[in-house]
């Protein structure tokens, strides 16, 4: 259970890089060594291969780049990858594609990307530009096999001390055609109201995360709110919030998620910094997949994947902090792989799918990173079979 905020603060410094596969906490393996998977659970059984897409690349008279979520219909085998542009190079967009894996081997072969589709808001108009009233930050995108519809998620926008004439844009999901007309919402709890003060979330840690589930919907906001405690730091984790929808919309639940520790210092020191989940995917009804991201000024991007479990788990929906107050138990995770691992350097891995079942049995999964439109950064798919999905 945690307790107040000396009391998380000592937990999260007690669990930092930890796997919280029973609830206890466990010591990171010695000199900062991954910690070895456990056996049960999502376990991958082999790497498929890496897939790389042309820097700023055209699509459909836009520049292609900043891929932050993917998705797979699985009736038709389209991809969806959505952009996190907001008119720095085209209005906010999502893009189709292939990727080619064999049913037989598994064998990863190639990535295309067939198409390009402008996000409408509610008016039927593009939406504005970065800086501008009613601008969105697309992060994160479903496909609803139900509705055949999909479902994406905007971070939103509040002024800082970095951004102080930034105008308020509240974080997001909206229902979208594949056509990219918008077509509803979803509610958004007051706890995760953005605002012009040092309350709620804070700036670019609003809504990355976002899963379908069997009976409903989950997000993950990336970090902690201001009312949550203090962001990750090398001496200590945070906390951050899931959310869980039914299907008719309504909030049912929300739940606490630890974060790991920075994964090792900024060079200098003093340099930035900066970790949390990238994107949440559903194994069932109660367990998902996480995606630890980090980047550390002089040292580079560390992506750790995990799995958890919400059984147990306190319900926090009704409380305004999770640094004080009565004791709660947060979801109960354990470390799967580092992702970092399979190609160099690690790249800024903020997508994760699952792809087609192989005829082994095995699930695919697929990790895709956004390049940031920058020279220095890839566009990379990494392909994974999966077993225990």
Not at 100 to 128: K, M
Request: proline share 7%; with cysteine; net charge positive.
């Amino acid at each position: 259970m945690w307790r107040g905020a000396a009391a998380t603060a000592a937990v999260l410094a007690a669990v930092a890089g930890a796997a919280l596969a029973d609830g206890r906490p466990r010591a990171q393996a010695a000199g900062g060594a991954a910690p070895r998977a456990d056996a049960a659970g999502v376990r991958i059984t082999r790497f498929l291969g890496e897939r790389r897409l042309p820097h700023m690349m055209k699509v459909g008279g836009t520049t292609f780049g900043g891929v932050s979520g993917i998705d797979r219909d699985p009736r038709t085998g389209t991809w969806y990858l959505i952009s996190d542009d907001r008119w720095r190079y085209d209005p906010a967009r999502f893009y189709t594609g292939r990727l080619d894996i064999d049913p037989a081997t598994g064998r990863f072969t190639g990535v295309r990307v067939t198409g390009a589709v402008t996000l409408r808001g509610p008016g039927g108009e593009p939406y504005p530009g970065f800086g501008k009233p009613g601008s969105t930050d697309p992060e994160t995108i479903r496909f609803d096999p139900r509705s055949r519809r999909l479902l994406w998620g905007s971070e939103g926008d509040r002024p800082d001390a970095a951004g102080q004439g930034i105008p308020l844009s509240q974080m997001s999901l909206s229902w979208a055609g594949t056509d990219g007309r918008h077509a509803g919402d979803l509610r958004v709890p007051p706890t995760l109201r953005l605002t012009e003060e040092d309350r709620g979330p804070r700036r670019n840690s609003g809504f990355e995360a976002l899963t379908f589930t069997p009976r409903g919907i989950a997000a993950m906001v990336e970090g902690p709110r201001y009312e949550d405690g203090e962001p990750p730091t090398v001496r200590h984790g945070a906390l951050t919030r899931l959310t869980l929808w039914d299907r008719a919309g309504r909030v049912r639940a929300q739940y606490a998620y630890p974060v790991d520790r920075l994964p090792a210092a900024p060079r200098p020191a003093t340099g930035a910094a900066d970790s949390g989940v990238s994107e949440i995917l559903a194994v069932g009804g109660h367990r998902f997949l996480a995606l630890e991201r980090s980047w550390l000024e002089g040292v580079g991007y560390k992506v750790r994947l995990y799995e958890f479990d919400v059984r147990g788990a306190t319900d926090v929906l009704r409380r305004d902090s999770l640094a004080e107050g009565a004791p709660f138990r947060p979801v109960r995770k354990r470390f799967v792989a580092d992702l970092g691992a399979f190609a160099s350097p690690a790249q800024n891995l903020e997508a994760l799918a699952w792809g087609p079942r192989l005829r082994s049995g095995e699930c695919t999964l697929i990790a895709a990173s956004d390049d940031n439109f920058d020279r220095q950064e890839i566009t990379e798919f990494l392909a994974f079979a999966v077993r225990g999905c």
